[in-house]
């Protein structure tokens, strides 16, 4: 479906290591600045246990899970707009995904070296956060000129637009990021237009050592600024996840087992991640598959079937759908149509997350 994460931070703080876990990848990971210059990408597997237990109910030959796609970015550094580090080229890379997984070091360790000498998260996101606001300016700046010549030859739609974007380079230049606030669907319109670095939606990454409560001072500062940003923190610690994600299917259980853990940090990225770019998932069981679709909220019934193939969006006549919770608390697929919970749905229905989905279609 295109959409996709992009993990950003500086050099140092454990990017690739998580990257590399999360989608079994094999992208460099190394102890110096830059190690990475093009953008790694991987598709990292949704694990949910939802889909496990179709599985069992369907007794399907094959389970399919959802994928996300991830980009692992290189490392910017202070003076990235500017070009610093080759920070240009870098932040283009930023500009095409459709989420940021801002990556935090949270951990003390002499064997890495952290590029400004010293572990400080604030201080790091804001080294960050500056630079993509900086690019920004500059993005804003030359589209406010464009358009400011358009208002003089009497065209009223760009006189809304550059007060519009008066108001975004005020934002900026105070350091109010722009992914927190709530904005018109003509002001949404002129946003995604930009592109802009600082209005994605972000989820903060806080890599911390192993051991319980090891970092948890970092932690909090970086919980504590996200809360005023209304924005999420998700803690990880990338080298055990490295570790455990070498391991066989059949050893991990174990694993977390030993570390006191229920499920690995990975899961509860991945959806993280799912809850950032704003997705939902419907699934397709039967004996032959049962499999996970994610769609965008808002997503309605033919649109969804198109999301399996285009014939089914072309042709579609009727959405046979029932509710995951009813399935599991029926026990079969036949006592929730006795229970008359197995519904029809035409082409306006809006998919549900959870929703179990037949598409009727005809071409």
Known sequence: MGLCCGMIGLPNVGKTTVFNALTSGGALAANYPFATVDPNTGIALVPDPRLIKLTEIFISKKTTYSTLEVR????????????????????GHIREVDALLHVVRCFQSTDVVHVSGGIDPLRDIGVIETELMLSDLETLDRRKQKTEKKVR????????????LAKLIGWLDRGEWLGNREYTPEERAILNECQLLSAKPVLFVANVSEGKNADEAMVQTVREFAAKREARVITICGQLEAELSSLPESERADFLNEMGLTESGLVRLTREAYTLLDLITFFTAGEVESRAWPIPKGTKAPQAAGKIHSDMERGFIRAEVYHYDDLLACGSEAKVKEKGLFRLEGKDYVIKEADIVYFRFNV
């Open 72 to 91: 692992d970015i290189a490392g910017l550094v202070e003076g990235a707009s500017k070009g610093e580090g080759l920070g240009n080229q870098f932040l």
């Open 153 to 164: 030859a009497g065209d009223k739609k760009a006189a809304f637009e550059v007060e519009f």
